[in-house]
């Protein structure tokens, strides 16, 4: 482990002080298993508080977090606290007593967490590894195991934890942890630790299906996400699909658009993985037999609803400014529009400026990508596969248009018409709309032509 030289110099200055710098959760865990940690939690042992934050002090700006109990953040990076003990005293996240104590030992420190792979310690100094309850085998096993079963039932965040580090680990849960999972009641969760904990499903892991098969296999669909559970027993409309049900696409088309997503910032990552998890929401109430086939017609539109809902629960809307929730909702109105435009073929210029002024084109094709990728698992045979053709069409045609990121933006404006003599008045809407439409269809290039056209409709 390639340990910042800041940490290995307080950790020096502790020492001086009596005190032991220890090395707790995640980055321990990320090093046992051959990644490199990017964030570091240090316990200090042996020292008052006072004197810590005084220590500290000498490294810089110190942010204080917390009100009952204080962790130390210095710069990015880096958490440093006491050892703790908590103690449930009411409903929620915050209702909790926690207690800083720099004399308690290892074993009673490491028992607040909640699995034994994150309850691993290492001694900055000597790197000697403290391991109180079996951490490293099951590392090896690649098993999720809880601490202390009396501890872990008080926080019920620690169910949607499991399932995202089931999920980016790619671990089993064990028995006693499933049943303890399940006895739960997670209508305590806020929605912002809700989201945390789904968020780091869908973008650390390399195959989001796990965390969300755990997410039913635990109980959070049941109590959470409605519109998740709905998807169970409704059949696909392929006769082929072996599991029968929506949920399963779902779950083979989340882990499609995780491998498209690379490439793209942070907030459109979160909108194409949120689109394809919610894609298909609408199936449960237009999925019915027709003609002698299963049919769901209209379940884009059917499902803008349930997405909505949804993404309440999440609370999600903007993120870096980008509006996340609006590109969720019309992903999932215009999912389908890939694959309807090149089987109509003879589709127009103007439908895909018209699609671009409602949805990120770019994202609707790495949607419908995942969604035509995701009819193609292994078990289906190979001239049943759905064509992915479509998908390469559409984006190539919106390459060429230009409106893969964003629409046209109107050529006229008002104060063009102003130039014109006209007074401001509500025929100023009718007048440059108008112009618009003529210039999304390609009927109008450039601003002389918006003029011209412009003036033979006030002529009018």
Same mark, same amino acid.
């Given at each position: 482990?390639?340990?910042?030289?800041?940490?290995?110099?307080?950790?020096?200055?502790?020492?001086?002080?009596?005190?032991?710098?220890?090395?707790?959760?995640?980055?321990? @865990?990320?090093?046992?298993?051959?990644?490199?940690?990017?964030?570091w939690?240090?316990?200090?042992? *042996?020292?008052?508080?006072? #004197?810590?934050?005084?220590?500290?002090?000498?490294?810089?700006?110190?942010?204080?977090?917390?009100?009952?109990?204080?962790?130390? #953040? $210095?710069?990015?990076?880096?958490?440093?606290?006491?050892?703790?003990?908590?103690?449930?005293?009411?409903?929620?996240?915050?209702?909790?007593?926690?207690?800083?104590?720099?004399?308690?030992?290892?074993?009673?420190?490491a028992? @607040?967490?909640?699995?034994?792979?994150?309850?691993?310690?290492?001694?900055?100094?000597?790197?000697?590894?403290?391991?109180?309850?079996?951490?490293?085998?099951?590392?090896?096993? *690649?098993?999720?195991?809880?601490?202390?079963?009396?501890?872990?039932?008080?926080?019920?965040?620690?169910?949607?934890?499991?399932?995202?580090?089931?999920?980016? /680990?790619?671990?089993n849960?064990?028995?006693?942890?499933?049943?303890?999972?399940?006895?739960?009641?997670l209508?305590?969760?806020?929605?912002?630790?809700?989201?945390?904990? /789904?968020?780091?499903?869908?973008?650390?892991?390399?195959?989001?299906?796990?965390?969300?098969?755990?997410?039913?296999?635990?109980?959070?669909?049941?109590?959470?996400?409605p519109?998740? #559970? =709905?998807?169970?027993?409704?059949?696909?409309?392929?006769e082929?699909?072996?599991?029968?049900?929506?949920?399963?696409?779902?779950?083979?088309?989340?882990?499609? =658009?995780?491998?498209?997503?690379?490439?793209?910032?942070?907030?459109?990552?979160?909108?194409?993985?949120?689109?394809?998890?919610?894609?298909?929401?609408?199936?449960?109430?237009?999925?019915?037999?027709?003609?002698?086939?299963?049919?769901?017609?209209?379940?884009?539109?059917? *499902?803008?609803?349930?997405?909505?809902?949804?993404?309440?629960?999440?609370?999600?809307?903007?993120?870096?400014?980008?509006?996340?929730?609006?590109?969720?909702?019309?992903?999932?109105?215009?999912?389908?529009?890939? *694959?309807?435009?090149?089987?109509?073929?003879?589709?127009?210029?103007?439908?895909?400026?018209?699609?671009?002024?409602?949805?990120?084109?770019?994202?609707?094709?790495?949607?419908?990508?995942?969604? =035509?990728?995701?009819?193609?698992?292994?078990?289906?045979?190979?001239?049943?596969h759905?064509?992915?053709?479509?998908?390469?069409?559409?984006?190539?045609?919106?390459?060429?248009?230009?409106v893969?990121?964003?629409?046209?933006k109107?050529?006229?404006?008002?104060?063009?018409? $102003?130039?014109?003599?006209?007074?401001?008045?509500?025929? /100023?809407?009718?007048?440059?709309?108008?112009?618009?439409?003529?210039?999304?269809?390609?009927?109008?290039?450039?601003?002389?032509?918006?003029?011209?056209?412009?003036?033979? $409709?006030?002529?009018?």
């Amino acid at each position: 482990m390639n340990i910042p030289n800041k940490i290995t110099k307080l950790a020096e200055i502790i020492e001086q002080n009596g005190g032991q710098a220890m090395l707790v959760g995640g980055c321990v @865990r990320d090093e046992l298993m051959g990644i490199e940690p990017k964030d570091w939690d240090v316990e200090v042992y *042996g020292v008052e508080p006072n #004197k810590l934050r005084k220590i500290l002090e000498n490294f810089g700006r110190v942010d204080a977090v917390g009100e009952a109990f204080t962790v130390y #953040k $210095i710069g990015q990076d880096l958490d440093v606290a006491l050892p703790r003990r908590e103690r449930k005293v009411g409903r929620g996240h915050k209702g909790f007593i926690v207690e800083g104590d720099p004399d308690m030992s290892f074993e009673e420190a490491a028992k @607040r967490r909640d699995f034994t792979v994150n309850a691993i310690m290492k001694d900055v100094l000597t790197g000697e590894i403290i391991d109180c309850y079996g951490g490293r085998k099951d590392i090896e096993k *690649g098993i999720l195991r809880v601490v202390s079963p009396e501890t872990f039932i008080e926080d019920s965040l620690r169910v949607l934890r499991a399932a995202q580090f089931a999920a980016r /680990f790619e671990f089993n849960i064990d028995e006693e942890t499933i049943q303890l999972c399940r006895s739960i009641d997670l209508t305590d969760l806020p929605s912002e630790r809700i989201w945390g904990e /789904f968020e780091k499903l869908l973008l650390k892991a390399q195959k989001p299906s796990i965390g969300l098969k755990w997410l039913y296999e635990l109980g959070v669909v049941e109590q959470l996400f409605p519109e998740l #559970k =709905a998807l169970v027993g409704v059949p696909q409309e392929e006769e082929w699909h072996p599991e029968g049900d929506v949920d399963v696409h779902t779950l083979l088309v989340v882990d499609e =658009a995780r491998k498209l997503i690379g490439d793209l910032p942070y907030e459109k990552k979160v909108t194409v993985m949120l689109g394809a998890v919610c894609h298909d929401f609408g199936k449960p109430s237009t999925t019915e037999f027709f003609d002698g086939r299963l049919r769901s017609y209209g379940h884009d539109e059917a *499902g803008v609803e349930p997405t909505i809902s949804f993404l309440d629960t999440l609370n999600i809307h903007t993120l870096n400014n980008y509006d996340v929730r609006k590109q969720v909702v019309e992903l999932v109105r215009h999912h389908l529009k890939p *694959g309807m435009f090149f089987k109509a073929k003879k589709v127009g210029d103007g439908a895909f400026r018209r699609l671009a002024r409602q949805v990120e084109l770019d994202l609707l094709y790495r949607v419908a990508k995942a969604d =035509a990728l995701g009819r193609n698992p292994d078990w289906v045979p190979k001239e049943k596969h759905s064509n992915a053709d479509a998908q390469e069409w559409f984006i190539e045609r919106a390459k060429n248009l230009n409106v893969e990121y964003e629409a046209p933006k109107p050529i006229l404006m008002g104060r063009h018409l $102003i130039a014109f003599g006209l007074k401001p008045s509500k025929q /100023f809407k009718v007048i440059l709309d108008e112009v618009f439409e003529k210039q999304l269809d390609g009927k109008i290039q450039n601003l002389e032509e918006a003029k011209e056209y412009a003036k033979e $409709i006030i002529n009018k």
